[in-house]
């Protein structure tokens, strides 16, 4: 089971703040989606009136809900991770492998994030739609919302860089 470091530094709690932040703004926007879903299913059933656009709002929906579930996700060291060969390793191998793996997914979040940034740009300056007929969608938040979550992604990588460097006797992966 992992238990929480003892360091608890400034970075951290500012990470940990604007993680749950983000987790609690993603439960919300699910909900409205669950809710939206059933309205549209119920208007085309019941009343044969959809909720036009529905189609692309969820479409947005699931992205923007995913990246803001991901740093809190990472943060609190939730991630998908195979424990058969970790198991066996002593310290310094743990330390080895939770460096690696942040440091890997660091620079996944930053090549997102720096790779995202032009289309970013872009969308912003043509105010970029999706959807056609009756309702169009905005995309560039959303296009937004990939850049800024992952250098929040990114710097919550760096900070369990530190920790597993510095601080990773502090974890118990049992």
Known sequence: MLTKPVHVSPVR???DTCSRGLNVLSAFWLASVAALILA???GREAFGSPIYGTNEI???SVLSILMLQLPLSILNRNSLRTTILYSFLGPRG???INTSSYFL???L???IGIGSWPNMIEAWAILEQEGSGIVTIPVYPI???VVVVSGICALVCLLLVYESLF???EFDYG
Request: proline share 0%.
């Open 13 to 15: 709690r500012v990470l």
């Open 94 to 96: 743990r330390s080895l």
């Open 58 to 60: 969820v479409a947005n």
């Open 143 to 145: 296009r937004t919302l």
């Open 40 to 42: 549209d299913v119920v």
């Open 109 to 111: 979040f930053a090549a």
């Open 105 to 107: 997914a660091l620079l």
């Open 167 to 169: 601080h990773n006797e």
